[in-house]
Nanobody, 124 residues
Framework: QLQVVESGGGLVQPGGSLRLSCTTSGFTLDYYVIAWFRQAPGKEREGVSCISPTGVGTTYPDSMQGRFTTSKDNAKNTVSLQMDSLNPADTAVYYC?????????????????WGQGTQVTVSS
């Protein structure tokens, strides 16, 4: 069974950092793109970042560039999202998604394996 499971969410103060993990099972990261999405209350799910099988990472929204970094460890079947300088606007449920492909995509419909999400709350 192909699965992705997110972990690492929680409550953090503005300006703080969190590191989310996406642990995969049933497939190898050598052939799969892994993406992060997030959904804030009352808003649509949006793309955050993506990492290709070759390890090329992309962060989509300008507001996150320089603050969010995506990396992976193929041996551990894990993809990480390091989030720094967090602010209340980053509060959302963060989802990990996967697709068998060589190229990243920011479209939700491009991904067919989804996790349950992990809550990130940025508040003082």
């Amino acid at each position: 069974q192909l699965q992705v499971v997110e972990s690492g969410g929680g409550l953090v103060q503005p300006g703080g950092s969190l590191r989310l993990s996406c642990t995969t099972s049933g497939f190898t990261l050598d052939y799969y793109v892994i993406a992060w999405f997030r959904q804030a209350p009352g808003k649509e799910r949006e793309g955050v970042s993506c990492i290709s099988p070759t390890g090329v990472g992309t962060t989509y929204p300008d507001s996150m560039q320089g603050r969010f970094t995506t990396s992976k460890d193929n041996a551990k079947n894990t993809v990480s999202l390091q989030m720094d300088s967090l602010n209340p606007a980053d509060t959302a449920v963060y989802y990990c998604a996967a697709r068998r492909h060589l190229v990243c995509s920011s479209r939700l419909s491009a991904y067919d394996i989804w996790g349950q999400g992990t809550q990130v709350t940025v508040s003082s």
